[in-house]
Structures are given as structure tokens and as C-alpha cells.
């Protein structure tokens, strides 16, 4: 069985910064992607940032900039810098990993920080 397990949330005053860890446990052959996404109250889950196993990223255009996804293979463990923030980056922030287990590749999903910005 495969556990994400996310840390870093809590409140922060607009311009600050978190980091988001999300770390994964298991029978764990492989990680392949690892994502962030987030869900603001009554707003369908975005994605946030992805990366791949060789490090290549991508993001949301509102995040650009100020938001940076990174990944230690050796600790299975993704992160989230996020600077600069903004009461619109307010939402429950999920860390997704595509796994390879013995034979097969499963989505898996964390089960969610809190990320409040406000002053």
C-alpha cells in the first residue's frame, strides 16, 4: 500500500511564503510524476505544478514565477516553495504521484493541507 502524506500548510499574511512537502511511502518501485493541485472553496481542483522524474516542470499560469516544484527521488518526497502569496492562492492543496508498483502504474493522492492566506 502506498501512502502521500502532505505537510507545510497553515496561515500566512499575503507575501509570505510556505513550503509544501508531500512524502511517499510504500511498496514503492518507482515515482514517476508528481503534481500539486489545489481546491479553493466551491472551485473545481486546478493544477498547480508538475514535474516529471527527470525534472521537467510546468505550471499554472498564476503561479508562475512565484510558486517553484521540486522533488528528491532518493527520499520520495516532493516540495512546493510558494512565494509571494496571495488571498487567491487560499485552497486545500493536494500532491498527486503516478507509481509504479510491482506491475502497474496507479494514481495516488495525498490527503490535503490547508494553504490560508490572509492578513
Not at 95 to 108: E, H, P, Q, S, V
Amino acid at each position: 500500500q502506498v501512502q502521500l502524506v502532505e505537510s507545510g500548510g497553515g496561515l500566512v499574511q499575503p507575501g509570505g511564503s510556505l513550503r509544501l512537502s508531500c512524502a511517499a511511502s510504500g511498496s514503492i518501485f518507482i515515482i514517476y510524476s508528481m503534481a500539486w493541485y489545489r481546491q479553493a472553496p466551491g472551485k473545481q481542483r486546478e493544477l498547480v505544478a508538475g514535474i516529471t522524474r527527470g525534472g521537467t516542470t510546468n505550471y499554472a499560469d498564476s503561479v508562475k514565477d512565484r510558486f517553484t516544484i521540486s522533488r528528491d527521488n532518493a527520499k520520495n518526497t516532493g516540495y512546493l516553495q510558494m512565494n509571494n502569496l496571495k488571498p487567491e492562492d487560499t485552497a486545500v492543496y493536494y500532491c498527486n504521484a503516478a507509481i509504479k508498483l510491482a506491475t502497474t502504474i496507479t494514481d495516488y493522492w495525498g490527503q490535503g493541507t490547508q494553504v490560508t492566506v490572509a492578513s
